[in-house]
């Protein structure tokens, strides 16, 4: 299953995750396994979580699909990964989410703006991560990941527009006018490799200029205690990973910002903390 390579990371790979706020590397998957993640991607259970159009238009987010195909849940459980996870998350670990992100092979589309993860699902505590397990070579061309070095030391930053979660960071001086240019970083893994960044870490990515897709998995992790405050409990949030949850919550974050998006669930459904008679009263004295 795996490529051989579960070793964890070193004390100098730790130290610059903390310090950078991502790694990269290469070589983790087989290219038997590629292949094996890449027909899982075209499975109608798979192709039927985006429409034609936003799979030519737009960078696409499939998301849950551990739940969906036996392939995605073996690659976020897979050694070689986890290996590296311990280090920065401990050794109780669960799934916040899993997503197929598919860059569209129309040249000049498939923009995802600057953002921090944490902003999207908040939690009790920071300790949560992405990795994105690369099924194409990531390169400029085709829209390769961005990253502002260091950035997940500047805690959460603005993601509200009008009163309204946006979606993106609000704070553009950060990639637009930084202290040093070199702090923004093309995150550039091959076939088979993974970068894995901290939720705070903000990033984005250009267009695709390639005329192919670029594909890749995207796991979010979290420490099993951390517990989420607002978004979206999928049908795979809080699989366990490794370890075991243990009934504690850590309570580190401060103050958090929830992305509020209005309607009858303004926060997801993870701000699940009123009874269903209380939100109807609720709603008589609005």
Same mark, same amino acid.
């Given at each position: 299953m795996?490529?051989?390579?579960?070793?964890?990371?070193?004390?100098q790979? %730790?130290s610059?995750? +903390?310090?950078?706020?991502?790694?990269?590397?290469d070589? %983790?998957?087989? @290219?038997?396994?590629?292949?094996?993640?890449?027909?899982?991607?075209e499975?109608?259970? %798979?192709?039927?979580?985006?429409?034609?159009?936003?799979y030519? !238009?737009?960078t696409?987010?499939s998301?849950?699909?551990t @739940?969906?195909? $036996?392939?995605?849940?073996?690659?976020?459980k897979?050694?070689?990964?986890?290996?590296?996870?311990? $280090?920065?998350l401990?050794? #109780?670990?669960?799934?916040q989410h899993s997503?197929?992100?598919t860059?569209? /092979?129309?040249k000049?589309v498939?923009i995802? @703006?600057w953002?921090?993860?944490?902003?999207?699902?908040?939690h009790?505590?920071t300790?949560?991560?992405?990795v994105?397990?690369?099924?194409? #070579?990531?390169t /400029?061309?085709?829209?390769?990941m961005r990253?502002?070095?260091g950035?997940?030391?500047?805690?959460?930053?603005?993601?509200?527009?009008?009163?309204r979660?946006a979606?993106?960071?609000?704070?553009?001086?950060? +990639?637009?006018?930084?202290?040093?240019?070199?702090?923004?970083?093309?995150?550039?893994?091959?076939?088979?490799?993974?970068? %894995?960044?901290?939720t705070?870490?903000?990033?984005?990515?250009?267009?695709?200029?390639?005329?192919? $897709?670029?594909?890749?998995?995207?796991?979010? *992790?979290?420490?099993?205690?951390?517990?989420q405050?607002? =978004?979206?409990?999928? =049908?795979?949030?809080g699989? !366990?990973?490794?370890?075991?949850?243990?009934?504690?919550?850590?309570?580190?974050?401060?103050?958090v910002?929830l992305?509020?998006?209005?309607g009858?669930?303004? *926060?997801?459904? @993870? +701000?699940?903390?009123v009874?269903?008679?209380? +939100?109807?009263?609720?709603?008589?004295?609005?």
């Amino acid at each position: 299953m795996a490529n051989g390579i579960e070793q964890g990371l070193t004390e100098q790979e %730790i130290s610059r995750y +903390w310090e950078d706020g991502f790694l990269v590397f290469d070589d %983790i998957l087989t @290219a038997e396994e590629v292949e094996e993640l890449r027909l899982a991607c075209e499975q109608p259970q %798979i192709t039927a979580l985006r429409s034609q159009k936003d799979y030519e !238009t737009k960078t696409v987010h499939s998301l849950g699909i551990t @739940a969906l195909h $036996p392939a995605f849940l073996k690659l976020a459980k897979h050694p070689a990964i986890v290996a590296k996870l311990i $280090p920065l998350l401990g050794a #109780d670990i669960e799934l916040q989410h899993s997503k197929l992100a598919t860059k569209p /092979p129309t040249k000049g589309v498939g923009i995802f @703006a600057w953002h921090q993860d944490y902003a999207f699902y908040p939690h009790t505590n920071t300790d949560l991560l992405s990795v994105m397990v690369m099924l194409d #070579d990531a390169t /400029p061309e085709n829209g390769c990941m961005r990253m502002v070095k260091g950035s997940h030391r500047l805690g959460q930053l603005n993601h509200l527009s009008d009163g309204r979660f946006a979606a993106e960071c609000q704070e553009s001086r950060y +990639w637009e006018r930084p202290a040093n240019p070199n702090d923004i970083v093309l995150i550039t893994p091959k076939t088979g490799g993974i970068s %894995i960044h901290h939720t705070l870490t903000l990033h984005g990515s250009d267009a695709n200029a390639s005329g192919k $897709p670029r594909r890749g998995i995207v796991f979010s *992790y979290r420490a099993s205690d951390a517990y989420q405050l607002a =978004d979206t409990l999928f =049908d795979d949030t809080g699989l !366990t990973i490794c370890g075991s949850n243990k009934g504690i919550v850590r309570c580190a974050a401060g103050v958090v910002t929830l992305p509020y998006r209005g309607g009858n669930t303004p *926060y997801g459904s @993870a +701000w699940n903390q009123v009874g269903g008679f209380a +939100w109807e009263k609720n709603g008589e004295n609005a």
